[in-house]
């Protein structure tokens, strides 16, 4: 579990990116962490595995206060794939790029193919094995970047806007590997934008806006009170907002969902 | 790091601020002629200690200072090479090691100073008027205009590699060396990829049309400047006169 009791930070210019932030994120748990560009989206999951320590309160890693521990120790547990590929990628090859990690965690050489085995399949990235990950795409960049963090896999896994400036096909890719990770009861933490894809993939979600949290809960909670996502600079979901104008009494999350509800209405009709 | 921070300018009204940037160019100059001419410890250390209340009266006492800490590691350095000479016999006096780290450490500051007090637009404009081809001036002033945006880059690829357990911060000179090339690449290929993207976008936006340039802004030269300048000079000029010719009071051992 990692808890933040009433964080503030403050940047060295004196910024405040964090006002009074409580959070819980327990074991199994899948949470959107969504609000605006500038809210503090980034600066909070920097806390998760004490690249930045709070200015005021304190954040624990199952009880482990991050002031007490190095960034090294915490993200063994706390693996966070930050937004920018361009600024990870460095090795000669795919294969050296997701090795780096483990060797700094000291896997085994054997434990460590079996990882780049397992993690290149998953990201679809087996014939780049050998190739220079600076000589791919930007889609292709980011699952490499990705899959050096999930080749160790981090108790926590926490990522910064991964849909940013991806297609619908490595949307639904990441989809499926969320399912996954939902099957094996592992904790994702997600940055984004996209309040879509958070309902989609079923997240919870935590509002955040100038550093405060607004709001968190299901998604379905959240996301369904448009007063509540303007105030974060959001809109709610094309399907929720639609059904919510035709008066429908309660929100309208899946397609699957609308096409019952349409069906029935015009059955009656 | 550190350093960075005092070489990148910050915003102010004080006086300094407000002098034309070829006078606080000439200044600065001034600082490292006048360091380059000397190599005894008590003439450097007054250099030094005179750049004191210019940082203070700029109002970047702190950020001069953190430029200083930052580059203490160098002037080390300096000062142990200077040392094993004299062991080795080059005959300088046991003084000349601090001397030759104290002017490093001038002139350092000195650059510190100046970039810390002046714009970057404000560079460009004195470059730019004083009859360097634009070009030249162009490509300085972006690479000093962009040394913010580096130093915050090399932040957050620092983040990305630590969450990767990189550690950055223990083992030994050769070990840090190494492990700050995940951090090395990065950077460069980063930085490459972005002055390719903005030279496009500059090609896009009419750079290199051919037609003389227009400029908004135009640098004024005040009375205050004229008043400073000639003060500078004045005592640049007498520091020159005095080395040539006043003996030098070597410190003689025996
Ligand atoms: N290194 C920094 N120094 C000062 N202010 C910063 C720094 N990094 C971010 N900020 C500021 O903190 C606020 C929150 O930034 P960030 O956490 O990156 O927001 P988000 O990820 O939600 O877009 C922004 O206003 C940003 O300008
Ligand atoms: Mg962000």
């Not at chain 2, 810390?116 to 162009?138: H, M, N, W, Y």
Request: glycine share 6%; charged share 25%.
């Amino acid at each position: 579990m990692i808890v933040l009791e009433e964080v503030d930070y403050v940047y060295p210019n004196g910024f405040q990116a964090l006002r009074g932030v409580s959070l819980t994120i327990r074991e199994g748990a899948f949470l959107a962490i969504m609000g605006r560009s500038g809210a503090g989206k980034t600066t909070l999951i920097k806390h998760l595995n004490g690249l930045l320590k709070p200015s005021r309160g304190r954040v624990t890693v199952d009880g482990v206060d991050t002031r007490k521990a190095t960034v090294a120790q915490l993200s063994r547990k706390v693996g966070i794939v930050f937004q920018n590929p361009d600024h990870q990628l460095f090795a000669e090859t795919v294969e050296e790029e997701i090795a780096f990690p483990l060797k700094n965690f000291g896997f085994t050489p054997s434990e460590m193919r079996e990882r780049i085995d397992w993690v290149l399949k998953l990201f679809n990235l087996e014939r780049y094995r050998h190739h220079s990950p600076l000589s791919l795409s930007g889609g292709e960049k980011k699952r490499v970047a990705m899959a050096s963090i999930v080749a160790w896999k981090p108790k926590y896994l926490v990522l910064d806007e991964p849909t940013l400036g991806q297609d619908r096909e490595n949307k639904l890719k990441l989809r499926k590997l969320f399912q996954e990770f939902r099957r094996e009861n592992r904790t994702v933490v997600m940055v984004t934008h996209d309040v879509e894809f958070a309902a989609e993939c079923g997240f919870d979600v935590a509002l955040l806006a100038d550093g405060k949290i607004l709001a968190s809960g299901s998604a379905r909670e959240v996301l369904s009170k448009p007063k509540l996502l303007e105030e974060a600079s959001l809109t709610a979901p094309q399907l929720v907002e639609l059904f919510l104008k035709l008066g429908s009494p309660k929100p309208v999350f899946t397609v699957e969902e609308a096409e019952r509800l349409i069906l029935n209405l015009a059955g009656r009709g | 790091m550190m350093a960075c921070k005092g070489f990148i300018f910050k915003k102010g009204e004080t006086s300094l601020h407000r002098l034309d940037p070829r006078v606080k160019f000439l200044i600065s100059l001034s600082f490292v002629v006048c360091s380059l001419l000397y190599e005894e410890l008590l003439v450097l250390a007054i250099l030094a200690l005179a750049m004191v209340p210019l940082a203070l009266k700029g109002g970047v006492f702190r950020e001069w200072l953190s430029a200083l800490k930052g580059l203490s590691f160098l002037a080390l350095l300096i000062f142990a090479i200077n040392l094993a000479f004299i062991f080795f016999g080059s005959g300088k006096p046991w003084d000349f090691p601090v001397a030759m780290a104290l002017r490093f450490i001038v002139v350092v500051s000195a650059f510190s100073l100046f970039f810390l007090v002046t714009s970057p637009d404000e560079f460009g404009l004195a470059l730019q008027q004083s009859r360097i081809p634009f070009d030249v001036v162009f490509a300085l002033t972006m690479a000093f205009r962009f040394v913010p945006v580096l130093a915050l880059e090399v932040q957050s690829i620092a983040d990305a590699q630590r969450s990767k357990g990189l550690e950055l911060d223990s083992g030994n000179f050769l070990m840090r060396v190494k492990r700050r090339i995940p951090l090395l690449i990065p950077l460069i290929v980063s930085s490459v990829k972005r002055s390719l993207e903005i030279a496009e976008a500059m090609e896009a936006r009419g750079y290199g049309s051919g037609r003389p340039r227009t400029s908004m802004y135009k640098l004024n030269f005040k009375r205050v400047d004229l008043a400073v300048t000639l003060l500078t000079l004045t005592l640049l000029t007498l520091t020159v006169l005095l080395r040539l010719y006043l003996p030098t009071p070597a410190f003689k051992p025996f």
